[in-house]
Nanobody, 120 residues
Framework: QVQLQESGPGLVKPSQTLSLTCTVS??????????WSWIRQSPGKGLEWIGY???????YYSPSLKSRTSVSRDTVNNQFSLHLNSVTPEDTAVYYC????????????WGQGTQVTVSS
């Protein structure tokens, strides 16, 4: 069964870039049929989808975050990464990586999530 694990700093200063990596085990990020996504949940709010990278390397981002977001991948190490620049305290959230299943049309696997706080 596929496993996802987020990693990265838990504290980022305002105006800097938030960078997280998701390491995928027991599946390949180039396997047909899946989109590899980033999602976050801010305190007191619902889940917010940030963006994804497909099995073929195509990326798509939330319109509200597109100007500050980049998702990339490392196929050698089977990882994909999130870069969110010019962060503010409003970007404080638990960040999750997840796998979107194109057949089931749902997220079928999630990482445990990692808390990122934006503060000086």
């Amino acid at each position: 069964q596929v496993q996802l694990q987020e990693s990265g700093p838990g504290l980022v200063k305002p105006s800097q870039t938030l960078s997280l990596t998701c390491t995928v085990s027991d599946d390949s990020i180039t396997a047909n049929g899946y989109y590899w996504s980033w999602i976050r949940q801010s305190p007191g709010k619902g889940l917010e989808w940030i963006g994804y990278i497909t099995y073929s390397g195509y990326t798509y981002y939330s319109p509200s975050l597109k100007s500050r977001t980049s998702v990339s991948r490392d196929t050698v190490n089977n990882q994909f990464s999130l870069h969110l620049n010019s962060v503010t305290p409003e970007d404080t959230a638990v960040y999750y990586c997840a796998r979107w299943n194109m057949v089931e049309l749902d997220f079928d696997s999630w990482g445990q999530g990692t808390q990122v706080t934006v503060s000086s």
